[in-house]
């Protein structure tokens, strides 16, 4: 089992950038797959991003294409969420996502989640 904790969330202003966190524990992280989802006021949580183990493929919801990376890096058992032009749509609570199957777009694909962190753009 692996246990997620996100960081880097906060304020920004419309056009600003972000980079998001998660930092896994065990030591099998390359073994898992990633994701980011978000989720904002009463609205259903969202896809954002994923990534395989190796870090080899990546996936990314049509809303942040051009805009956000994912990326990660085995040695330190964190997966990161690079956020630029960002929106104020783009403002939610974001989580990441782990498990040992193939990387998915489905959250219900994904048992292992992290506690979420805000993020926030004012216009």
């Known amino acids: 089992q692996v246990q997620l904790v996100e960081s880097g969330g906060g304020l920004v202003q419309a056009g600003g950038s972000l980079r998001l966190s998660c930092t896994a524990s065990g030591r099998t992280f390359s073994t898992y797959a990633m994701g980011w989802f978000r989720q904002a006021p009463g609205k259903e949580r969202e896809f954002v991003a994923a990534?395989?183990?190796?870090?080899?493929?990546?996936d990314y919801a049509v809303s942040v294409k051009g805009r956000f990376t994912i990326s990660r890096d085995n040695a330190k058992n964190t997966v990161y969420l690079q956020m630029s032009s960002l929106k104020p749509e783009d403002t939610a609570v974001y989580y990441c996502?782990?498990?040992?199957?193939?990387?998915?777009?489905?959250?219900?694909?994904?048992?292992?989640w992290g506690q979420g962190t805000q993020v926030t753009v004012s216009s």
């Open positions: 996502a782990g498990t040992t199957t193939y990387y998915s777009s489905h959250a219900r694909a994904y048992p292992y």
């Open positions: 990534i395989s183990g190796s870090g080899g493929i990546t």
